[in-house]
């Protein structure tokens, strides 16, 4: 193995995170820093070239390729785990810009008690109404810690929007049920199409609050403070699962690269796939010593750093973690342990879909242009007559109708799937279709968690991560709830036909939710129950960070992107303010 | 609007008259789909990178059914279905390049683990193909009923989506000829701004002229089943 000098940080992964922390620390001390990219190097002047349907939204050209690595799956302990030879349910990115260059742009922040969870919902409605084998924990954290991070990572994208809470002023026409703001959103809300607009002007005569879903999708012509400019979105409707052709969608690529570029102190090194994490001596248990990786020719490299984080998302944190033996696998049969435990996937589905009579034109729009009604977020909605916790957002979306995947798309009423029936009814159907979907909060529980797959392999001999995972009662009771809301908006927007969501079965690895998978390296107030402290530091190793949603107790129904960022600016403050003056535990 | 399939020897061929193929299609905003010219004398070999004719005749049929041209508008002969299915089948999606392909496995696994099965779409299609063995011979009502048999088949699931993907793919991909998927649904292709039109046309339809990416672009652009 060859072994490389040392420098002062390597950051495992080049997305969001990773990307972040390393302009964070790149433009601020004069600390050599690496990242370390699986994937390979991306150019946002090539995305252009990608608004190809079949092979982006299809074939999933920019996501990880499952011919070298996925993961294994099952419900509970008793079964055995298949591996997910395709990738569905969720889409883990790769390459620079990571998951980061190809999500919708949804950047709402969390509610601000999502942070005490566990301790507002035993205040509340008290602890028996908690399900029976949760693992609900608070953060360690506050919304009003993280609201200055929220209000930066807000400007870094140029997020639009419309505040509905400035300083604890309610304004009508935003969300009005969202934290405390410090400030307006940097750019005014994105257009709204035609499908949204009717969604809108539903749930506003049912006495909702919509308002215009916050988006990385910028409406016009943005500089953030570290002076990179985009151009304002044009409604092409190629956002989820393409880059951005304009790069009004703000990426990594196009808004941390073009700073980190002209650093002399980082470097990001791509086809390099780490593979462990190396302690230090039996003397300095305290600390990592460095990573090792395969570069793109295949040889085994060791590079030496001072600081260690891992940024690789949330599978690949919990994995690498578990293959390095670092730290207390969770075992749920004892509830001890922490790496692994509070694995969720946030609750997304098509809660209605809707069939109109005249065309909708829903190739225009953006993957965030569109009208979110929060009126059943979190505990906004009183649940005491309710048998379930929490709750979720309603969205009216028009993210463009890209034909491979919505032709065919039809009312219950029609029961051929090929042949001529069935080409008319799809032709007439096919611009007249739209969907409410249902993003709702999945809670941590117990048996679901993430260990290494006794029997599978990735394409370099090293165990894949296992996925035990289920829904519970509560996720399905909070679907039907969701799916009954969005009935009654469809119901008065003049749909003609409704299909609602069947109901949550059992976890369906085929039908795409949302890439917001969370937990396995936890944060928390306690080191027997959390393998992070709130700074995202390591409990016992404190010169090992990781970043993104692996640190995330359990889900909220906010997607989790703007929070990841805050956080990671939190985290890069105290480094700064804090460790490298005295580097050591920062809690 | 008939394609003329014929037998080539040696190398593998599919040829296709120029009235499916070379004529230019034009869509109404009444969804009305109607050709401006045709040359019924020339015809167009396309090699084949995976089928054997006789196979892509068959699939040429079968596709035909799933998606057929008749009074709605055109399907899947004039899309060229079977020329985009042979390419995927030939590229990196019909050799399973980025499915993990690691046993054991457990092909009776329930749905919602995905497919589970050892057969790469190619062995899945030569398969498939091998029982349908005669049936571009046959009349659209018997070769109806054939599919009806099949229609649960993991072949038959897999060409029905490979149909609907080579009606609606960029036309780069060998599908979609002329846009004419494209122009039957009114989906205007990879349409660089709608800034000036997504706020306006509620209610009725706006039908764009579609571009192909290499229209949008002003380049050529390599599919990823060349690539690989």
């Known amino acids: 193995m060859k072994t490389l000098p040392s420098v002062d940080v390597v950051i495992v992964g080049g997305g969001w995170t990773g990307l972040l922390m390393a302009k964070e620390l790149g433009s601020r001390t004069a600390l050599s820093v690496v990242v370390l990219e699986r994937g390979g190097p991306r150019d946002s002047a090539d995305y252009p070239a990608d608004m190809d349907e079949l092979d982006y939204a299809i074939r999933l050209r920019m996501m990880q390729n499952a011919s070298r690595e996925t993961v294994t799956l099952r419900h509970n302990p008793g079964q055995r785990a298949l591996p997910l030879r395709q990738f569905g349910s969720f889409l883990p990115g790769a390459g620079v810009g990571g998951a ?103 749930a506003k005569s049912l006495g909702y609050h919509p308002f215009p879903a916050p988006a990385a999708t910028t409406s016009q012509t943005y500089t953030n403070p570290d002076g990179v400019p985009r151009g304002g979105c044009t409604y092409c409707g190629f956002c989820e699962r393409f880059g951005c052709m304009i790069g009004a969608k703000a990426q990594p690529t196009n808004t941390l690269l073009p700073v980190i570029q002209k650093l002399k102190n980082v470097s990001i090194r791509t086809g390099a796939q780490v593979r462990r994490i190396v302690r230090d001596t039996v003397q300095n248990k305290g600390r990592v010593r460095g990573v090792t990786c395969v570069d ?176 519970r009662d509560n996720e ?25 969501f069947p109901g949550l079965r059992n976890y369906d690895a085929t039908r795409y939710q949302s890439t917001h998978i969370q937990g396995g390296t936890i944060m928390g107030t306690s080191p027997e129950r959390s393998a992070l402290n709130p700074y995202l530091q390591h409990w016992q190793i404190s010169n090992l960070f990781i970043l993104g949603a692996s640190s995330f107790p359990q889900n909220s129904a906010s997607n989790p992107t703007p929070t990841i960022l805050a956080l990671a600016y939190r985290t890069a403050d105290a480094i700064l303010d804090r460790y490298v003056k005295h580097p050591g535990p920062l809690a | 609007m008939m394609i003329c399939y014929r037998a080539m020897r040696r190398r593998e061929f599919l040829t296709l008259s120029a009235a499916s193929v070379g004529g230019v299609l034009v869509y109404s905003l009444d969804r009305e789909v109607f050709r401006l010219s045709a040359h019924a004398d020339q015809s ?33 002969r004039e899309a060229g279905v079977a020329v985009y299915i042979d390419r995927q089948l030939a590229g990196p999606w019909g050799r399973d390049l980025h499915r993990y392909t690691q046993g054991p496995f457990e092909e009776n696994a329930p749905a919602e683990f995905g497919y589970q099965g050892e057969a790469t779409p190619r062995q899945i299609y030569r398969q498939g193909l091998k029982e349908l063995k005669g049936f571009d011979g046959l009349e659209p009502a018997e070769q109806d009923l054939k599919l009806k048999q099949i229609e649960t088949s993991l072949f038959f699931v897999l060409l029905r989506q490979n149909t609907i993907e080579g009606m609606f793919c960029d036309p780069m991909h060998g599908g979609n000829i002329d846009m004419v998927g494209w122009q039957l649904i009114g989906f205007p292709g990879p349409r660089m701004s709608n800034y000036d039109d997504v706020e306006k046309h509620f209610g009725e339809a706006f039908r764009p002229k579609p571009v192909s990416l290499r229209q949008a672009t002003g380049r050529k652009v390599r599919p990823s089943e060349d690539l690989e």
């Open chain 1, 100 to 202: 980061g260059e190809h999500w919708a742009g949804v950047f709402p922040r969390m509610l601000p008690d999502c942070f005490l969870l566990l301790s507002r919902a035993i205040e509340k409605y008290g602890a028996e109404k908690l399900p029976e084998d949760h693992a609900i924990q608070d953060w360690g954290v506050t919304y009003d810690e993280l609201e200055p991070y929220y209000s930066r990572a807000e400007l870094l994208l140029g997020i639009s929007g419309k505040a509905g809470n400035l300083r604890g002023k309610r304004i009508e026409g935003g969300n009005i049920f969202e934290g405390w703001r410090s400030a307006e959103y940097p750019t005014p809300p994105t257009k709204i199409p035609y499908f949204s607009a009717m969604f809108h002007d539903a």
């Open chain 1, 296 to 471: 793109a020719s295949g040889q085994e490299i060791f590079q030496p750093a001072e600081l260690v984080f891992l940024a690789s998302w949330t599978l690949n944190n919990t994995r690498l973690l578990l293959l390095s033996k670092i730290g207390e696998p969770y075992d749920p049969a004892t509830n001890s342990g922490t790496v692994g435990r509070n694995l969720t996937h946030q609750v997304s589905l098509p809660a209605a879909t809707l069939f109109f009579d005249r065309p909708l034109n829903r190739f225009m729009g953006s993957g965030a242009s569109g009208i979110t009604v929060s009126d059943f977020n979190g505990d906004v909605f009183d649940h005491s007559g309710l048998h379930f916790l929490r709750g979720g957002n309603l969205h009216g979306a028009s993210g463009g109708n890209r034909p491979i995947a919505n032709f065919g798309t039809m009312p219950q009423s029609v029961k051929s799937n090929w042949g001529s029936e069935w080409k008319s009814k799809a032709l007439y159907y096919y611009d007249r279709t739209g969907r409410i979907s249902f993003e709702a909060e999945h809670l941590a529980y117990k048996g679901n968690y993430m260990d290494l797959d006794p029997s599978y392999k990735d394409h370099l001999g090293d165990p894949l991560l296992r996925l035990t995972l289920d829904w």
């Open chain 1, 476 to 500: 399905r009771k909070l679907a039907d709830f969701g799916t009954a809301k969005a009935i009654e908006i469809g119901r008065v927007m003049g749909a003609k036909e409704v299909t609602p």
């Open chain 2, 44 to 76: 167009i070999r396309i090699p084949l990178r995976f089928f054997s004719e006789p196979e892509a005749l068959i699939v040429a049929a079968a596709s035909s059914r799933i998606f057929p041209s008749d009074e709605a508008g055109p399907g899947a």
